[in-house]
Protein backbone atom coordinates (compact mmCIF):
# COMPACT_ATOMS: atom_id res chain seq x y z
CA UNK A 1 0.00 0.00 0.00
CA UNK A 2 1.11 3.90 -0.63
CA UNK A 3 1.31 6.11 2.10
CA UNK A 4 -2.06 8.03 2.39
CA UNK A 5 -1.76 11.35 2.03
CA UNK A 6 -2.68 12.52 5.27
CA UNK A 7 -0.21 10.54 7.26
CA UNK A 8 2.57 11.37 4.82
CA UNK A 9 1.42 15.14 5.70
CA UNK A 10 1.87 14.22 9.50
CA UNK A 11 5.36 13.26 8.65
CA UNK A 12 6.57 16.02 6.42
CA UNK A 13 5.16 18.34 9.79
CA UNK A 14 6.51 16.65 12.59
CA UNK A 15 9.77 18.41 12.00
CA UNK A 16 12.02 16.63 15.15
CA UNK A 17 14.01 19.73 16.02
CA UNK A 18 16.47 19.84 18.71
CA UNK A 19 16.97 23.52 18.94
CA UNK A 20 18.15 24.47 22.27
CA UNK A 21 20.49 21.95 23.91
CA UNK A 22 21.75 18.71 22.29
CA UNK A 23 20.89 15.54 23.60
CA UNK A 24 24.54 14.26 23.07
CA UNK A 25 27.62 16.46 23.13
CA UNK A 26 31.09 14.48 22.09
CA UNK A 27 34.28 15.95 23.73
CA UNK A 28 37.62 14.68 21.75
CA UNK A 29 39.70 15.15 24.27
CA UNK A 30 43.18 14.32 22.40
CA UNK A 31 44.38 12.39 18.79
CA UNK A 32 46.84 10.45 20.33
CA UNK A 33 46.08 6.58 20.07
CA UNK A 34 48.18 3.65 20.17
CA UNK A 35 46.12 1.73 18.04
CA UNK A 36 46.06 1.56 13.94
CA UNK A 37 42.20 1.57 13.18
CA UNK A 38 41.57 0.85 9.81
CA UNK A 39 38.43 3.56 9.72
CA UNK A 40 39.79 5.91 12.24
CA UNK A 41 37.98 9.56 11.84
CA UNK A 42 40.91 11.16 13.36
CA UNK A 43 43.42 9.53 11.82
CA UNK A 44 45.05 9.59 15.23
CA UNK A 45 48.44 9.36 16.41
CA UNK A 46 50.82 8.59 18.82
CA UNK A 47 51.86 11.61 20.64
CA UNK A 48 49.47 14.51 21.69
CA UNK A 49 48.83 17.67 20.50
CA UNK A 50 50.11 20.96 22.19
CA UNK A 51 47.00 22.95 21.42
CA UNK A 52 44.51 20.64 23.32
CA UNK A 53 42.31 21.58 25.33
CA UNK A 54 43.43 22.51 28.77
CA UNK A 55 42.04 21.22 31.94
CA UNK A 56 40.58 24.65 32.94
CA UNK A 57 39.12 24.80 29.39
CA UNK A 58 37.52 21.18 29.80
CA UNK A 59 35.96 22.20 32.74
CA UNK A 60 34.61 25.47 31.15
CA UNK A 61 32.73 23.11 28.13
CA UNK A 62 31.63 20.83 31.38
CA UNK A 63 29.52 23.75 33.10
CA UNK A 64 28.33 24.41 29.84
CA UNK A 65 27.33 20.93 28.57
CA UNK A 66 25.87 20.70 32.27
CA UNK A 67 23.38 24.06 32.03
CA UNK A 68 22.53 22.76 28.72
CA UNK A 69 20.77 19.64 30.18
CA UNK A 70 23.00 17.44 28.09
CA UNK A 71 24.88 14.29 28.12
CA UNK A 72 28.96 14.64 27.62
CA UNK A 73 30.79 11.79 25.96
CA UNK A 74 34.78 11.86 26.39
CA UNK A 75 35.87 10.31 22.91
CA UNK A 76 39.44 10.36 21.21
CA UNK A 77 41.86 9.21 20.56
CA UNK A 78 42.11 7.53 23.28
CA UNK A 79 41.31 9.62 26.29
CA UNK A 80 43.03 7.66 28.53
CA UNK A 81 46.44 9.80 26.90
CA UNK A 82 45.64 12.36 28.97
CA UNK A 83 47.19 12.86 32.37
CA UNK A 84 43.88 14.63 33.67
CA UNK A 85 41.21 12.59 32.56
CA UNK A 86 40.28 10.98 36.49
CA UNK A 87 40.36 14.36 37.43
CA UNK A 88 37.86 15.54 34.81
CA UNK A 89 35.73 12.51 35.20
CA UNK A 90 35.97 13.54 39.10
CA UNK A 91 34.89 17.01 38.40
CA UNK A 92 31.63 16.08 36.06
CA UNK A 93 30.51 14.10 39.07
CA UNK A 94 31.06 16.81 41.05
CA UNK A 95 28.81 19.11 39.10
CA UNK A 96 26.57 16.18 38.43
CA UNK A 97 27.19 15.99 34.19
CA UNK A 98 26.35 12.94 32.93
CA UNK A 99 29.41 11.17 31.74
CA UNK A 100 30.18 8.36 29.02
CA UNK A 101 33.52 7.22 27.81
CA UNK A 102 34.73 5.13 24.58
CA UNK A 103 38.25 4.49 25.95
CA UNK A 104 40.92 2.62 23.38
CA UNK A 105 40.98 -0.99 24.47
CA UNK A 106 44.70 -0.78 24.21
CA UNK A 107 46.78 -1.90 27.57
CA UNK A 108 46.40 1.63 29.03
CA UNK A 109 42.63 0.72 29.61
CA UNK A 110 42.78 -1.65 32.66
CA UNK A 111 40.91 -3.82 35.44
CA UNK A 112 41.39 -0.50 37.70
CA UNK A 113 40.90 2.01 35.63
CA UNK A 114 37.67 0.52 34.72
CA UNK A 115 36.92 -0.08 38.67
CA UNK A 116 37.78 3.81 38.80
CA UNK A 117 35.03 4.80 36.12
CA UNK A 118 32.58 3.15 37.85
CA UNK A 119 33.63 4.70 41.52
CA UNK A 120 33.44 8.31 40.06
CA UNK A 121 29.87 7.85 38.39
CA UNK A 122 30.79 7.21 34.67
CA UNK A 123 26.83 6.07 33.16
CA UNK A 124 28.24 4.07 30.52
CA UNK A 125 31.50 3.03 28.59
CA UNK A 126 31.56 2.42 25.13
CA UNK A 127 33.85 -0.59 23.70
CA UNK A 128 34.81 -0.90 19.72
CA UNK A 129 33.97 -4.88 18.81
CA UNK A 130 33.92 -5.21 15.06
CA UNK A 131 34.09 -8.86 13.88
CA UNK A 132 33.54 -12.05 16.47
CA UNK A 133 37.03 -13.12 16.64
CA UNK A 134 40.57 -12.05 16.69
CA UNK A 135 41.01 -12.45 13.22
CA UNK A 136 38.43 -10.31 12.18
CA UNK A 137 38.61 -7.64 14.65
CA UNK A 138 42.32 -7.07 15.15
CA UNK A 139 42.77 -6.85 11.38
CA UNK A 140 40.17 -3.91 11.20
CA UNK A 141 42.00 -2.51 14.44
CA UNK A 142 45.27 -2.72 13.45
CA UNK A 143 47.27 -3.97 16.27
CA UNK A 144 47.04 -7.66 17.55
CA UNK A 145 45.21 -8.97 20.84
CA UNK A 146 42.98 -6.03 20.64
CA UNK A 147 39.87 -8.54 20.43
CA UNK A 148 41.29 -10.54 23.74
CA UNK A 149 41.73 -7.09 25.79
CA UNK A 150 38.03 -6.22 24.58
CA UNK A 151 36.71 -9.40 25.60
CA UNK A 152 38.58 -8.85 28.83
CA UNK A 153 37.23 -4.82 29.53
CA UNK A 154 33.92 -6.62 29.05
CA UNK A 155 35.12 -9.25 32.12
CA UNK A 156 35.58 -6.20 34.11
CA UNK A 157 32.61 -3.97 33.05
CA UNK A 158 30.69 -7.40 34.59
CA UNK A 159 32.56 -7.24 37.65
CA UNK A 160 32.09 -3.62 38.68
CA UNK A 161 28.63 -3.40 37.58
CA UNK A 162 29.56 -1.03 34.85
CA UNK A 163 26.84 -0.52 31.79
CA UNK A 164 28.70 -1.15 28.01
CA UNK A 165 27.79 0.31 24.98
CA UNK A 166 29.68 -1.74 21.82
CA UNK A 167 30.33 0.02 19.08
CA UNK A 168 30.86 -2.29 15.78
CA UNK A 169 31.88 -0.03 12.45
CA UNK A 170 29.75 -1.75 9.30
CA UNK A 171 31.77 -1.71 6.51
CA UNK A 172 31.45 -4.21 3.08
CA UNK A 173 33.99 -6.25 4.94
CA UNK A 174 32.89 -6.57 8.44
CA UNK A 175 29.05 -6.61 7.42
CA UNK A 176 29.14 -10.32 6.81
CA UNK A 177 30.45 -11.19 10.14
CA UNK A 178 27.24 -9.55 12.11
CA UNK A 179 25.10 -12.38 12.73
CA UNK A 180 28.25 -14.58 14.46
CA UNK A 181 28.92 -11.02 16.48
CA UNK A 182 25.46 -10.97 17.82
CA UNK A 183 25.84 -14.23 18.86
CA UNK A 184 28.72 -13.51 20.64
CA UNK A 185 27.59 -10.79 22.77
CA UNK A 186 24.33 -12.56 23.39
CA UNK A 187 26.34 -15.61 25.03
CA UNK A 188 29.12 -14.45 26.98
CA UNK A 189 28.58 -10.49 27.06
CA UNK A 190 25.05 -9.89 28.91
CA UNK A 191 25.45 -8.60 30.81
CA UNK A 192 27.24 -6.31 30.74
CA UNK A 193 26.38 -4.99 27.38
CA UNK A 194 22.87 -3.06 27.63
CA UNK A 195 23.54 -1.60 23.92
CA UNK A 196 25.55 -2.43 20.57
CA UNK A 197 24.88 0.23 17.97
CA UNK A 198 25.84 -0.69 14.66
CA UNK A 199 28.01 2.35 13.11
CA UNK A 200 27.27 2.27 8.90
CA UNK A 201 30.51 3.86 7.90
CA UNK A 202 31.21 7.29 6.88
CA UNK A 203 34.35 6.85 4.22
CA UNK A 204 36.52 10.06 6.21
CA UNK A 205 39.96 9.80 7.75
CA UNK A 206 41.45 6.46 7.16
CA UNK A 207 37.82 4.96 6.72
CA UNK A 208 38.16 6.75 3.35
CA UNK A 209 39.68 3.66 1.84
CA UNK A 210 37.11 1.03 3.16
CA UNK A 211 34.26 -0.41 1.08
CA UNK A 212 30.94 0.57 1.77
CA UNK A 213 27.91 -1.63 1.62
CA UNK A 214 25.79 -0.97 -0.86
CA UNK A 215 22.11 0.56 -0.49
CA UNK A 216 20.62 -2.56 -1.04
CA UNK A 217 22.87 -4.39 1.71
CA UNK A 218 21.92 -1.87 4.02
CA UNK A 219 18.22 -2.58 3.01
CA UNK A 220 18.93 -6.18 4.06
CA UNK A 221 20.95 -4.73 7.41
CA UNK A 222 17.88 -3.06 8.41
CA UNK A 223 15.62 -6.17 7.90
CA UNK A 224 17.85 -8.07 10.14
CA UNK A 225 18.73 -5.39 12.45
CA UNK A 226 14.68 -5.08 12.73
CA UNK A 227 13.83 -8.90 13.25
CA UNK A 228 17.09 -9.21 15.90
CA UNK A 229 15.66 -6.32 17.90
CA UNK A 230 12.92 -8.61 19.06
CA UNK A 231 14.47 -10.91 20.91
CA UNK A 232 17.79 -9.54 21.56
CA UNK A 233 19.01 -8.90 25.52
CA UNK A 234 20.54 -5.71 24.71
CA UNK A 235 18.97 -2.85 22.56
CA UNK A 236 20.44 -2.53 18.75
CA UNK A 237 20.42 0.97 17.45
CA UNK A 238 22.59 2.43 14.33
CA UNK A 239 24.02 5.58 13.81
CA UNK A 240 25.35 7.54 10.76
CA UNK A 241 22.05 5.17 9.44
CA UNK A 242 18.69 7.58 10.29
CA UNK A 243 17.23 6.09 7.48
CA UNK A 244 16.64 3.15 9.64
CA UNK A 245 13.98 5.14 11.68
CA UNK A 246 12.31 5.19 8.26
CA UNK A 247 12.53 1.22 7.87
CA UNK A 248 11.22 0.94 11.26
CA UNK A 249 8.14 3.18 10.67
CA UNK A 250 7.05 1.79 7.43
CA UNK A 251 7.19 -1.84 9.11
CA UNK A 252 5.32 -0.86 12.35
CA UNK A 253 2.85 0.49 9.93
CA UNK A 254 2.56 -2.36 8.04
CA UNK A 255 1.96 -4.69 11.50
CA UNK A 256 -0.83 -1.83 12.13
CA UNK A 257 0.40 0.45 14.55
CA UNK A 258 -1.08 3.70 14.86
CA UNK A 259 0.74 6.73 13.57
CA UNK A 260 0.37 8.67 17.22
CA UNK A 261 1.83 5.22 18.82
CA UNK A 262 4.89 5.66 16.30
CA UNK A 263 4.78 9.25 17.49
CA UNK A 264 4.76 8.49 21.32
CA UNK A 265 7.55 5.78 20.32
CA UNK A 266 9.85 8.64 18.38
CA UNK A 267 11.77 9.77 21.20
CA UNK A 268 13.07 6.03 22.19
CA UNK A 269 13.90 5.81 18.22
CA UNK A 270 16.03 9.33 17.91
CA UNK A 271 13.84 10.55 15.25
CA UNK A 272 15.43 13.55 13.82
CA UNK A 273 18.64 13.24 15.97
CA UNK A 274 21.61 13.52 13.23
CA UNK A 275 24.82 15.40 12.61
CA UNK A 276 24.00 19.05 13.96
CA UNK A 277 20.84 17.95 15.41
CA UNK A 278 20.83 16.67 18.63
CA UNK A 279 24.35 15.99 18.66
CA UNK A 280 27.58 18.14 18.29
CA UNK A 281 31.17 17.41 18.58
CA UNK A 282 33.94 19.46 19.89
CA UNK A 283 37.90 19.10 18.59
CA UNK A 284 40.68 17.89 20.66
CA UNK A 285 41.64 21.74 20.20
CA UNK A 286 38.58 23.35 20.65
CA UNK A 287 36.78 23.41 17.45
CA UNK A 288 33.11 23.12 17.02
CA UNK A 289 31.23 20.66 14.12
CA UNK A 290 28.01 19.26 13.36
CA UNK A 291 29.13 15.86 14.32
CA UNK A 292 32.85 13.69 14.47
CA UNK A 293 31.95 12.76 10.79
CA UNK A 294 31.41 15.92 9.57
CA UNK A 295 34.52 18.01 9.53
CA UNK A 296 32.50 20.72 7.36
CA UNK A 297 31.32 23.65 8.35
CA UNK A 298 33.75 24.61 10.96
CA UNK A 299 30.81 26.29 13.51
CA UNK A 300 33.60 27.83 15.71
CA UNK A 301 35.74 27.21 18.39
CA UNK A 302 35.01 26.74 22.11
CA UNK A 303 37.99 29.22 23.53
CA UNK A 304 36.56 31.93 21.52
CA UNK A 305 32.28 31.32 21.64
CA UNK A 306 30.40 29.42 24.29
CA UNK A 307 29.32 25.77 23.04
CA UNK A 308 26.09 26.32 23.80
CA UNK A 309 25.82 29.98 22.01
CA UNK A 310 27.00 28.34 19.10
CA UNK A 311 24.71 25.19 19.16
CA UNK A 312 21.47 27.60 19.50
CA UNK A 313 22.63 30.24 17.01
CA UNK A 314 25.02 29.43 13.89
CA UNK A 315 23.17 30.31 10.88
CA UNK A 316 25.43 27.06 9.74
CA UNK A 317 23.47 24.71 12.04
CA UNK A 318 19.78 26.38 11.26
CA UNK A 319 20.78 25.78 7.71
CA UNK A 320 21.71 22.25 8.37
CA UNK A 321 18.93 21.34 10.50
CA UNK A 322 16.46 22.29 7.74
CA UNK A 323 15.31 19.39 5.65
CA UNK A 324 13.44 21.68 3.56
CA UNK A 325 16.82 22.62 2.02
CA UNK A 326 18.11 18.92 0.97
CA UNK A 327 18.43 17.76 -2.37
CA UNK A 328 17.92 14.76 -4.95
CA UNK A 329 15.40 12.53 -3.09
CA UNK A 330 15.98 12.99 0.57
CA UNK A 331 14.53 16.75 -0.35
CA UNK A 332 11.35 15.24 -1.77
CA UNK A 333 11.66 12.35 1.04
CA UNK A 334 7.80 12.10 3.46
CA UNK A 335 10.45 10.83 5.91
CA UNK A 336 12.98 13.75 5.90
CA UNK A 337 12.40 15.48 8.79
CA UNK A 338 12.53 12.25 11.30
CA UNK A 339 15.04 11.39 8.91
CA UNK A 340 17.29 13.52 7.33
CA UNK A 341 19.98 10.91 6.34
CA UNK A 342 23.80 10.79 6.98
CA UNK A 343 24.85 14.49 6.29
CA UNK A 344 28.06 13.34 7.14
CA UNK A 345 27.99 10.22 4.48
CA UNK A 346 26.90 12.81 1.94
CA UNK A 347 29.62 15.43 2.45
CA UNK A 348 31.82 12.69 2.40
CA UNK A 349 30.60 11.28 -1.06
CA UNK A 350 29.68 14.09 -2.63
CA UNK A 351 31.30 17.36 -1.14
CA UNK A 352 27.73 18.93 -0.21
CA UNK A 353 26.22 18.16 3.31
CA UNK A 354 22.63 18.88 1.57
CA UNK A 355 22.45 16.06 -1.16
CA UNK A 356 20.74 12.84 -0.84
CA UNK A 357 21.72 9.79 1.72
CA UNK A 358 24.36 7.77 -0.36
CA UNK A 359 23.27 4.21 1.16
CA UNK A 360 19.21 4.50 1.22
CA UNK A 361 17.57 2.41 -1.54
CA UNK A 362 13.75 4.47 -0.52
CA UNK A 363 12.30 5.66 -3.60
CA UNK A 364 10.04 8.73 -2.08
CA UNK A 365 6.16 7.82 -2.29
CA UNK A 366 7.35 3.99 -2.91
CA UNK A 367 4.85 1.63 -1.67
CA UNK A 368 4.73 1.03 2.18
CA UNK A 369 5.58 -2.83 2.32
CA UNK A 370 9.24 -2.59 3.42
CA UNK A 371 12.45 -4.24 0.74
CA UNK A 372 14.37 -6.87 1.94
CA UNK A 373 12.09 -8.40 4.86
CA UNK A 374 13.77 -11.54 6.83
CA UNK A 375 17.03 -11.55 4.46
CA UNK A 376 19.67 -9.55 6.54
CA UNK A 377 23.24 -9.95 6.07
CA UNK A 378 24.86 -12.71 4.46
CA UNK A 379 26.03 -14.43 7.37
CA UNK A 380 29.55 -15.59 7.97
CA UNK A 381 29.40 -18.45 10.48
Not at 246 to 270: D, N
Not at 297 to 320: C, H, I
Request: glycine share 8%; net charge positive; with cysteine.
Amino acid sequence: MNLHPELAEKMIGSRYQYLDAPRNVYWEMTIACDLACQHCRAEAIARRDPNELTTEEGRAVMRDVKAMGSMMILTGGDPMKRDDLLDLIAYARHIRLPLGITPSTTPTLTRNLVQQFRKLGIAAMGLSLDGPSAKVHDTFRGVSGTFEHSMKALDWAREFHLQVQVNTTVTRETLPHLPALYRLLQKEAHPPVRRWTLFLLVPVGRGATLGLPSAADVEDLFAWVYDVSRDAPFHVSTVEAPHYRRYWVRRKLEEGMSFEEIQRLGKRMGFGVRDGNGVIFVSHRGDVFPAGFLPSPLLGNVRERPLSDTYRNSPRLMELRDMDRLTGKCGRCEFRWLCGGSRARAYAVTGDYLSEEPLCAYEPGRSAAPEGTMRGPAATV
